[in-house]
């Protein structure tokens, strides 16, 4: 694993770093596969980002958008991570429907919605099942009790080894999201993390010691790149 923290001056900064990186994956990507695969996360940290991208001219046939996890409500409600996206850059794009992966949120439960979605990656990777598919881009946050995607702290979500995508739990409100193996499969990860509230839990994920089933964005260590994108107010405690 190749891991790179940068503390960034300020918000703006954080997304303009954010977006040069992604561009230079999607950049490598459409060169040596022909396609670009990319994992969205939800919250108000990444809108400018998916903002920013929406301006740029890209080939938006060859791009993919997956997600990291939704929350359990139509695509319609203002809790739904696909609809934010939608509106802060799908929607603003030519990118064609089917380039868009939403995770299905209407089936008649939760665990029936992950084995929906998990088929539908093996699928489009053409996955046989021993191993898992290779986003190229996993974009993620990190909460103040630093979980990422819907890996909450001490929940079932966590042990799960075998699956791409299970059901996370938050206050009794079930969740669709990717399992750490599958996230640690991806050429890059990249968290995205802003404000001060984050320095406590930055400093347990990045402690030599602490316990991965209290601090879930530990178990994040991807075979391929680790990116963790702070802002100042994030990363005060990580400069030199």
Not at 169 to 179: A, G, L, S, V, W
Request: aromatic letters at 8%; hydrophobic letters at 45%.
């Amino acid at each position: 694993m190749n891991k790179t923290i940068e503390v960034l001056p300020d918000q703006p900064a954080l997304v303009a770093r954010a977006l040069e990186l992604i561009l230079s994956k999607l950049e490598t990507a459409i060169e040596q596969r022909g396609q670009f695969t990319i994992a969205l996360s939800g919250g108000s940290t990444p809108k400018p980002l998916y903002e920013a991208i929406a301006n740029q001219k890209l080939p938006w046939d060859k791009i993919h958008i997956f997600w990291g996890d939704e929350r359990y409500v139509p695509a319609d409600h203002p809790d739904s991570n696909e609809l934010m996206a939608r509106r802060a850059w799908l929607d603003r794009v030519d990118i064609p429907a089917a380039n868009i992966h939403a995770v299905p949120t209407l089936e008649a439960n939760p665990e029936l919605a992950a084995t929906k979605y998990e088929q539908h990656l093996k699928e489009f990777f053409n996955s046989s099942g021993v191993e898992f598919p290779c986003l190229d881009v996993v974009l993620l946050g990190m909460g103040d009790d630093a979980h990422t995607a819907s890996l909450f702290p001490h929940t079932e979500a966590l042990k799960v080894r075998d699956r791409l995508v299970t059901v996370g739990n938050k206050d009794e409100n079930p969740r669709i999201t990717f399992t750490y193996p599958f996230i640690n499969s991806a050429r890059s990860v990249i968290f995205v993390v802003a404000g001060a509230n984050k320095r406590p839990a930055l400093a347990q994920v990045f402690a030599p010691v602490a316990d991965d089933f209290t601090y879930p964005s530990r178990l994040i260590q991807p075979q391929g790149e680790l990116w963790w994108l702070l802002d100042a107010a994030a990363g005060l405690e990580l400069q030199h």
